[in-house]
């Protein structure tokens, strides 16, 4: 059984910016472009390095990976952060709500 409920997931997700993720992520934020809602830049899942085919809708906080070369992969900050930092998506959860100051209410936890 998962450790946080779908209702702290959401939490999470939205007290996340995207932008803020991915300078947090580190991978070459001198890529980072923002166009109104959305931020594209260099993708650290499929570390390709000749165009910015990661994109992250900043409403949605949803991402999309879409290199010419590899699988293409979607989902939401928690997701990105998680494969970008080769992580448990509960640890990846920790790991934003900490840098962040986000906090992780018990009353939101599901039973082990």
């Known amino acids: 059984m998962a450790k946080y409920s ?6 999470v997700l939205q007290r ?6 991915l300078e947090f992520i580190d991978y070459h934020p ?3 472009q923002r166009t109104g809602d959305e931020i594209s830049s260099w993708c ?5 390095r ?4 990661l994109r992250i809708d900043l ?31 509960e640890e990846a959860i920790e790991t934003l709500a900490d840098e962040f100051s986000i ?4 009353g ?4 082990q």
């Open 6 to 11: 779908d209702e702290m997931i959401a939490y």
């Open 16 to 21: 996340l910016d995207g932008l803020d993720v």
């Open 30 to 32: 001198e890529t980072i």
């Open 44 to 48: 650290p899942l499929c570390q390709d």
């Open 50 to 53: 000749t165009g910015r085919y």
């Open 59 to 89: 409403n949605s906080r949803l991402f999309e990976s879409n290199p010419p070369n590899g699988p293409e992969q979607r989902g939401n900050l928690i997701d990105l952060f998680a494969r970008a930092r080769r992580m448990p998506y």
């Open 103 to 106: 906090p992780l209410l018990e």
């Open 108 to 111: 939101n936890f599901k039973e």
